[in-house]
């Protein structure tokens, strides 16, 4: 079975400043990477997604993601963040073998600032 | 809008009482599931299906049963409701088994059990 840690529970950060989230994994087999965002009273969105290839992956809103295997993690980081980033955001990862049943961390709440 | 449509969106139980929570989905995938939010610990898998009339237990699936006798439809029933119910009912669905894909989630459901 897999597991997914997220370090921070909460991390309040200033407008237009960098943030991380650390995600860390533990899998005895390969699996797949996701970051998922949760903006107020909605359903999750997928925010990007690590399969195979580059570890460094993108959003189209300018977060990314880097893929370490010998750490077991998948960092997510914004260099500059806006007010409406304010969400939590959920870490995720499906064994490659194994059918696509998800496995969260227990989530990051982010608070951005002005 | 095609997606994920989840009803009710709030809900007050009685300790005791019965209620179904309906999903349906509009882009005919075959895998759906339901998943539980509690504070700061994720999101839990409760049931899923690989297609009509095929559902299977999840991670946390006691005091709830499912059905899926349409691609569409995928509703979680909730027998005698107990306190350590209350949570946040979010369905979701993908297009595929494969590890790699992404699931379109609907926009939740809250239920207190009082």
């Known amino acids: 079975a897999q597991s997914v840690t997220q370090l921070d529970s909460q991390v309040p950060v200033f407008e237009e400043a960098p943030v991380e989230l650390r995600c860390n994994y533990s899998s005895s087999v390969s699996v797949y990477l996701f970051w998922y965002v949760q903006y107020p009273n909605q359903g999750l969105q997928l925010l990007l997604k690590y399969l195979s290839g580059s570890t460094l992956v993108e959003s189209i809103n300018g977060f990314e993601a880097e893929f370490n295997k010998s750490q077991t993690s998948f960092h997510l980081r914004k260099p500059s963040v806006h007010i409406s980033d304010t969400a939590e955001y959920f870490c995720a990862v499906s064994r490659q073998a194994a059918g696509n049943k998800l496995t969260f961390g227990g989530g990051t709440r982010v608070l951005v600032k002005p | 809008n095609a997606g994920v449509t989840q009803t009710p969106k709030f809900r007050i139980l009685k300790i005791g009482q019965s209620m179904t929570l309906q999903c349906a989905q509009d882009?005919?995938?075959?895998?759906m599931y339901w998943y539980r939010q509690d504070p700061g610990m994720g999101l839990k898998l409760i049931y899923y299906s690989v297609g009509a009339g095929i559902t299977d237990k999840g991670e946390v699936p006691n005091g709830y049963n499912v059905s899926r006798s349409t691609t569409e439809d995928f509703p979680l029933r909730l027998e005698l409701a107990a306190p350590s119910q209350t949570s946040v009912y979010f369905c979701?669905?993908?297009?595929?088994?494969?590890?790699?894909?992404?699931?379109?989630f609907g926009s939740g459901t809250r239920l207190t059990v009082v």
């Open positions: 882009m005919n995938h075959n895998y």
């Open positions: 979701a669905s993908s297009s595929s088994l494969q590890g790699g894909y992404g699931y379109t």
